[in-house]
């Protein structure tokens, strides 16, 4: 098997475990820090491994667009690209592309580029091959990822179509040792989503992914159709909830069982001064950090927390340093993976809901 999970401990639903693949293997639950065009805006690999991170998740769409998948391998694949050397997983880029407003047929999709207008056309095989050539460990299955609210009659067709894709998705030829992981949609409609589920799963991927959440319905209904996702997925595979990293949403996800996670949150908030600490978010553009001597958080070991001010960071942040962003996207990266690391630890001991009320308060 290319991509093989040992849980090592549970506590109700939560679990901990780890992920063997032919490159090696890393700790779940697992927060993958987003590079979507090869790099995580502002930071450059060893600020990650200093970090601890395992895992990075390129965006194959983006790669495709520029440099383009051939550029990538004539430079050695995504690892040697990028000097990552942990493992990578290639989104497919099925929710960037519905954003472009696509023309969608059952074959694939087609889209224009962003950046010059040129036509382009994705398939479930050619976003197979993609990803091979890019040379990721983990690839992603073209799907169709509906905005909600959506119809009942959207959401059933985006099942429907995914399904299909996933089908073809497998067929495909597939580079050696890379893991292919299937996407469930079904919108915020419990029982689609349940379906979903268990349609794909008997198609029988490496893993199994949650796609079509947090594109802006509440909180509870996330929970709710993650939650009707996963009672249905197999305990021996792995489950990645696409797209959420904020810290309430971990800490709920991580308690309802979910191994894999990425979200571009902690380099977004830092570009906009926004700060991940033990006790909440604090805005750092805010006139009263001016002449606070103080770490961006009392309680973070992080490479920037051990040396400069909330003072200092704010400074650069107002006078538009792009090391202001650099030093703050190394802080709220950091403060996330922490916040993944204490999770297991309290899978382990079995305090998770402590920890859960405790990231409640502060969080929201
Ligand atoms: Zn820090």
Known sequence: MTLRIEVAATSGAARVGTVTTPRGSFTTPCFMPVGTRGTVRSLAAPDLEELGAEVVLANAFHLLLRPGADAVAALGGLHRFSGWRGHLLTDSGGYQVFSLRPKIDDDGVTFRSPYDGTATRLTPESVVALQGTLGSDLAMVLDVCPPLPSPPAVLRAAVERTLAWADRSLR???????????IVQGGTDLPLRAESATRTVELGFDGYAVGGLSVGESRPAMLESLAATIDVL????????????DPVGLVEAIALGVDLFDCVLPTRFARHGHVLTSEGRLALRNARFATDAGPLDPACACPTCSR??????????????????RLVSVHNVSST????????????????????????????
């Open 172 to 182: 495909a030829p597939r580079k050696d040792g890379q893991a292919l992981l299937g």
């Open 234 to 245: 197999p305990v021996d595979r792995v489950r990645y909830l696409m797209g959420v990293g």
């Open 308 to 325: 400069w001010s909330r003072g200092f960071l704010r400074h650069l942040l107002l006078v538009g340093e792009p090391t202001g962003r």
């Open 337 to 364: 993976l922490d916040l993944v690391r204490r999770a297991r630890a309290a899978v382990v001991d079995g305090t998770l809901s402590s920890l859960r009320s405790e990231v409640a308060a502060v969080h929201r």
